[in-house]
């Protein structure tokens, strides 16, 4: 099993900054791949961000440019910076850990973003 708790949500005006945390714990093995997740209201959710061990990242096309991933292996948390927030990108904002060679995959409870004025 592992753990995945998310921090770092809350509610920022529009064009402004945060940054989400996810720690992870337990069952933690290489390879993996951890990333990010957001569902807005009435919406599916959909991919963010994810980061290997080694760093490769992919972005959501809507968050290029804005946001940037990154992780501490020696810590097992990852990170997400978010610039320039729009309306749009209000959402609860999920962790994810991926192991890559069972193929399991694990969510955190997820942290909510609000982008408003």
């Known amino acids: 099993q592992v753990q995945l708790v998310e921090s770092g949500g809350g509610l920022v005006q529009p064009g402004g900054s945060l940054r989400l945390s996810c720690a992870a714990s337990g069952s933690i093995f290489s390879p993996n791949v951890m990333g990010w997740y957001r569902q807005a209201p009435g919406k599916e959710r959909e991919l963010v961000a994810t980061?290997?061990?080694?760093?490769?990242?992919n972005y959501a096309d809507s968050v290029k440019g804005r946001f940037a991933i990154s992780r501490d292996n020696a810590k097992n948390t990852v990170f997400l910076e978010m610039s320039s927030l729009k309306p749009e990108d209000t959402a609860v904002y999920y962790c994810?850990?991926?192991?890559?060679?069972?193929?399991?995959?694990?969510w955190g409870k997820g942290t909510l973003v609000t982008v408003s004025s």
């Open positions: 980061i290997t061990e080694l760093r490769s990242t």
């Open positions: 994810n850990y991926i192991n890559r060679i069972t193929g399991m995959d694990y």
